[in-house]
């Protein structure tokens, strides 16, 4: 007992705290069966945002975006700052659905109010993305790339584990940050309803 006394005081002497164990970072949740690939329930990785909350911020590789670099890292959240943002999240820009609805919102960007901005993520490679976009004609919607890290499909819930690539959703981000609209479609093939995304996105500037 007097040895295990000396132990502990020779310790406090020396000023020096124990080491704690370093934690292991926690995986973010796992939940099947909230969606379906060929007719089997696939794995999505993340949580779902919820309207009212902060727009996690995330990174992503530009691959079309205008007065910017294909491939640089951006955060397009801080890059459209004060601005409402319409966030849509692709599968792949290789798939007609997905091509179908970016040539939808570029349409409608033309229309919109110049404080209102539109951004598509997918999983694509940069130069994929910035090929197909010039093809196209694609210049009022912002397209980047989270091939890297996946880093916004598992803070936005979107993360299919099974395929590596988005399910799709569209979000209205507030010019204060905040979730204004949040709409996961129950299929890859499904179409969001531009109506109302638009909606969302004019009642946002109000706000």
């Known amino acids: 007992m007097a040895t295990k006394g000396k132990k502990t005081a020779k310790r406090a002497a020396s000023g020096k705290p ?54 640089a890292e951006v955060d397009p959240l801080q890059e459209t700052a004060g601005k409402v943002r319409v966030v849509a999240a692709v599968p792949s820009l290789n798939t007609t659905v997905c091509q179908t609805e970016t040539r939808k919102f570029n349409q409608a960007a033309a229309g919109l109010s110049d404080d209102i901005r539109v951004i598509t993520v997918s999983a694509d490679l940069p130069v994929m993305q910035k090929d197909w976009c010039g093809k196209e004609g694609i210049e009022r919607v912002a397209v980047v790339s989270d091939h890297m890290d996946m880093g916004f499909g598992v803070k936005y819930g979107t993360l299919i584990k099974e395929r590596r690539w988005h399910r799709r959703a569209v979000f209205v981000v507030g010019k204060d940050d905040k979730v204004k609209y949040a709409a996961y479609m129950p299929a890859l093939g499904v179409e969001p309803d531009y109506d109302e995304v638009l909606a969302a996105a004019r009642q946002a500037l109000t706000e």
């Not at 069966?33 to 309207?51: C, F, H, Q, S, W």
């Not at 009212?52 to 205008?66: D, L, T």
Request: a positive charge; glycine letters at 12%.
């Open 18 to 71: 124990r080491a704690k164990r370093a934690l292991a970072p926690k995986a973010p949740p796992e939940r099947a069966g909230v969606i379906e690939l060929g007719g089997r329930p696939a794995t999505v990785v993340g949580k779902d945002v919820r309207v009212g909350q902060k727009a996690p911020p995330f990174k992503a590789q530009v691959g079309s975006w205008a007065g910017m670099n294909i491939w």
